[in-house]
């Protein structure tokens, strides 16, 4: 969904990463949790957190900096984990994203978002649905199922290279 | 239910008669494989004519009209056999069974599912089985039902007319089950002349009255000359919901066999007279079998198998709980709900349980079939056919099962020449038979065939690059080789086999359901497959283990024993992966270090042997924390391509614990080892003590040769 698709008003969750401010369409938001313990599943890529108990069923939660190519998520008490619906190929998945913390529900009017620019910013623009003008803030908002689906298969790609061995234990 | 749109009601009727028109096919299936074998057996011909029936009769009631008219040749047919005016053929029950075929096409035509039914096909069976049964095929149908002598009108009839006393009433459910009292009444008056008085007094006034309820009971007074059998015909399909009493009026009578009480309705009939006389007395329909067996759709088990697993999970949160609050109060609450949820969880796997049976009798036609096609005779026995299986993992057995069975009656049995040189027998056996072994299931197909032939499989081996000239190999890693994608020793490829994918996909579909297999074979005397599959999916007995700070479960199934590894085990060791397990050298692998886990290891860590079908190994954890019984999660799409994880699971403390493969992580451990092997130019090629080990990959990825063996699994 690109920028010209926001025909109506929304609500968007804000919450920031490092010092960035990103947004998430409600509608894809299931619910925001406090920092539960994550069960690390080895040998996968370090984007790939790990996963949760979300009320009995197994969540894998994705450390959003790493996707975005900042620093690791350094725990917090303001680190949450905001669990969205994510669709990839036709197929409705939940998945957990860290996030260093949640700020609000906010109101955008779609001529408040402007499309994406091509360059200045940190992440991949095609992640990005449009920027969300705040006073005098820029928020990006993103398109969750495009990050979520290349970063599948970048871990999928990273399986397959998982078998080249590290330096130290090749020595 | 008044609300439901009429045309919903009707798929729905249609729907429930799909599932017990397959119920029917299959049961009419093995009845007719037995038959061939046993044609004078008038218990299976009395099965067969009425699984005809039914299918006929609902057919025709539920809108499958075309199902109908098809089955009613053969209807008469067996109709014919009953009555002794025609004999069991072997083409009578081929061709009956290639129109099961057509059948079970006509049925699934509406759901999308399956090839439709070939009018070629049809109308040839149509005209064989006429053919057989001498009926003409100009004839009306009902011409044609007039002519067997059950149908016969009193008028045509050679044998003495009788009148019949019979009291119909429909139990309230009766019209809701789609079927309609008028259409009997009607089919009655085909046998003679009829008079009929309808009992009125239990219809309630017209506020009250359920518009889907029928409050009519009949009094008929029947004159035929057709017996008690073509009477009862007429209520085949709503004998389980009504009150039925069928006397004869006049008194004596060449029939007066027929009345004895031996049968269920006549049975039921006295038993209602008696019941009838004292007020509020229970009625015909609430007979007991009719509560014993329930239909309940496969989705609402597994959401009762979610939730109690869930139920699992908090229990043990609870048992936790209160075993650190030490109030004797909440402690016996918990041990109670412990209990409770024991029992429940039990019960509920217990539902999803089924006899293997069903799928065992399919192999019959199966056997039968390929019999004829390729020339040889075989004969199917089966054992243990009332071994109970979850139904998630029967359903995936069957496409194993038929690649086995085609393998072996393909390769395995010989021609009957080639049998008879040999001195065997000239009808081959093939067993399938299915048994318990503690908490898994062994299913065996065997045969009395060529068995498997060693060398051949091990010079397509060495061809494909799977294994080198030189290699020494056991016969299980031999035979392991004919479970790879593509393997095939077959110089021509048949229409049954040949093409190799059919052990692949035996391998891939038991390795899914998380069992093994196991081939043994002796040249000339025969081959036997053996699964070994766990009771259920959705639970697993595991081991806790502990590595770092994660939590992992190891299948109990798979694990052998646990030994110590002290430092000074590692320093004896010169730093190889090896321990010595009572003279056997067992190699091993250190998750911490395959998991990539910082920090120091404990001073003493454990081993944990385990078995897998590419051999023993051991894997070494920090610590071992016991047993537990645990409700596996599937881990998601998101983390698919991490095989040797086989699922997740939720422990008391409400963490995560991962589910281990031992099976796919040594494959992981293996390739890994040999692309780091690549790096190390110049690794010395020595250490060949382990080489029986690591060469038993067959089943891993395609390269995975015993020449892969080295010192893989030392640092």
Redesign the interface.
Known sequence: MSVNEITETRQYLTFKLDNEVFALDVAKVREVLDL??I??????PDF?A????LR?????VVDLRLCFEMSKTEKTRNTCIVVAEVT?EN?S?V?GALADSVEEVLELEPEQIEPAPRIGTQIRTDFIRGMGKRDAQFIMILDIDRVFSAE?LA??RA?ES?????VE??A | MTSTPVSANAEQFKNSFREEGREILTDLESALLELNENHGDSDLIGRIFRGLHTLKGSGSMFGFERLAAFTHDLETAFDMVRNGRLEVTAELVDQTLSALDQISAMLEEDTGGGTPADEAVCANIISNVRRLAGIQSGKEPAQKKASTPTANPPALASGKSQSWRIYFAPGPDLMRCGANPALILQELRGLGGLSVHAEMKSVPPLAEMDPERCYIAWELVLETAAGLDAIKDAFIFVESNCELAIELASGASADKAALKPTNKVDKTAKVLAEKRAQPGGRRAYDKAENVSSLRVPAERLDQLVNLVGELVTVQARLSELANQRDDTEVTEVAEEVERLTGALRENSMNIRMVPIRGTFEKFRRLVHDLSRDLGKKVELAIEGADTELDKTVIDQLSDPLMHLIRNSMDHGVESPETRAARGKRATAVIHLAARYSGASVLISVSDDGNGIDKEAVRAKAIERGLATADAKLSDSEIFAFIFNAGFSTAKQVTDVSGRGVGMDVVRQSIEGLRGTIEVKSETGAGTCVTLKLPLTLAIIDGLLVIVGETNYVLPLSATLECIELTRADVVANNGKHIVNVRGELVPYVRLREHFHVRGEAPAIEQIMLVETDTGRFGLVVDQVLGNCQTVIKNLGRFYRHVQFVSGATILGNGTVALILDPGRLMQDVMRYARCSRKIRVAASGGGSQNNSVVSSVPGGTNNAGPDAGGNELKQ
Do not use: F
Not at chain 1, 50 to 53: A, E, F, L, M, Q
Not at chain 1, 162 to 166: I, M, V, Y
């Open positions: 539960a313990p069960t690390v599943v080895p040998r996968t790939m790990g996963v949760i108990n009995g069923s197994v969540v894998p990839l197929e998945i998945i599948e871990a999928v399986q998982n078998s080249k061995p590290l234990v090749a």
